[in-house]
Structures are given as structure tokens and as C-alpha cells.
């Protein structure tokens, strides 16, 4: 088994390889946990590597994490102020799967 992860942290990073988005509602019901267990398993996860928020993802890819445009002249202030037409659209709660996750669990 793999260091400070248990059997149930690893069902979830085989079920996350399994396809491409999943709600933690599915996650949850899946496996027969709480949200509270889920928070902690995506914190173990975390921290040994595997699992990794969207900005860092996003950062690290060059990519940015907002959807400003330039057709919407209050968004060009900046991706953190509002406009009505522009699509702003929340990834604090989204995670990414890592390369170590596939290289290590992809069966």
C-alpha cells in the first residue's frame, strides 16, 4: 500500500481514474462515506501528491483560471471584478488528478 494512504483513498483515486469528472454527491454515495470523510481523504491525497487544486494545475499548465474576455469592457480591469455578460466561472472546489496518480494507479 502506499505511504499514508488507505485502502479507502485509493478506491477513490481508482474511481476518479475510471472518467473524467465526477461530483462529490456521486463520490459520496458511491462509496457509502460522509462529506467530512471525503474532505479528508482529498487532504491525504493531497499531500502525498495526488490530487491537486485547479489553480496550481492551472498555473503550472500556463493557463489561466479565469474566463474574462476582452469583449466585456469591466472585465478588462481585472478577472476578480464582476460583469454581467462575462461568464465567471468557480473552480476553487475543483481538483485534478495528478501524473503520479495515473502513473501509479492507471490499470
Do not use: P
Not at 79 to 105: H, I, M, P, R
Amino acid at each position: 500500500m502506499k505511504k499514508n494512504l488507505n485502502v479507502i483513498d485509493i478506491k477513490v483515486i481508482k474511481f476518479l481514474l475510471s472518467a473524467g469528472v465526477y461530483s462529490e454527491l456521486a463520490i459520496v454515495k458511491n462509496f457509502g462515506i460522509t462529506y467530512e470523510e471525503l474532505a479528508d481523504i482529498y487532504n491525504r491525497l493531497e499531500q502525498n501528491g495526488y490530487l491537486e487544486n485547479y489553480s496550481d494545475y492551472a498555473a503550472r499548465e500556463g493557463q489561466k483560471s479565469c474566463s474574462c474576455t476582452n469583449s466585456c469592457s469591466s472585465c478588462n480591469s481585472g478577472c476578480n471584478k464582476q460583469c454581467g455578460s462575462c461568464g465567471q466561472t468557480d473552480y476553487s472546489n475543483v481538483k485534478v488528478l495528478t501524473w503520479k496518480a495515473v502513473q501509479e494507479f492507471d490499470e
